[in-house]
């Protein structure tokens, strides 16, 4: 593990994260609650290869704070996005969302239970997805089985 906390700089970090990576030679990078902001040089190294899950119906409520967010906005649905990462903070090209009903007695912690269900679900079959073959980003665009994808990724409806 590298603990950022541990560098001077982003640019610091990025570089001992970069070679504690190399030695792996990975073909995907995997984030889950890393709350880093990426380098724009470590993004560009691994272009391609970099996925992340965030709690919102990208490009709505990139950040941090969505569920409190969706609520004060007074939104119905809420959902999970899985993306490529770009230099752009959570404005990567969507390769898949799942949403839900918000209800009227859900709050800010509720919402961080629904919606973490969903992650444990969704995140597993993308990378699934990559891992055969069949999603892989070109630009800044997002393909899935040779077809590109929209720009809110595969949509599975709320349920």
Known sequence: ????????SRDLFDQALTEAIDEYEPGLIVLAGFMRI??????????????????????????TNTHQRVLDAGEKLHGVSVHFVTEELDGGPVIAQESIAIESIDDAETLAVKIHEKEH??????????ADGRLRLDGNKAFLDEQLLPETGKRIDAS
């Open 1 to 8: 593990v590298v603990d950022h906390r541990q560098y001077a």
């Open 121 to 130: 679900v969704l995140y597993p079959t993308v990378v699934s997805l990559f």
């Open 38 to 63: 990426l380098g724009a040089e470590f993004v560009k190294r691994y272009q391609g290869k970099i996925l992340n899950i965030h709690p919102s119906l990208l490009p709505d409520y990139p950040g």
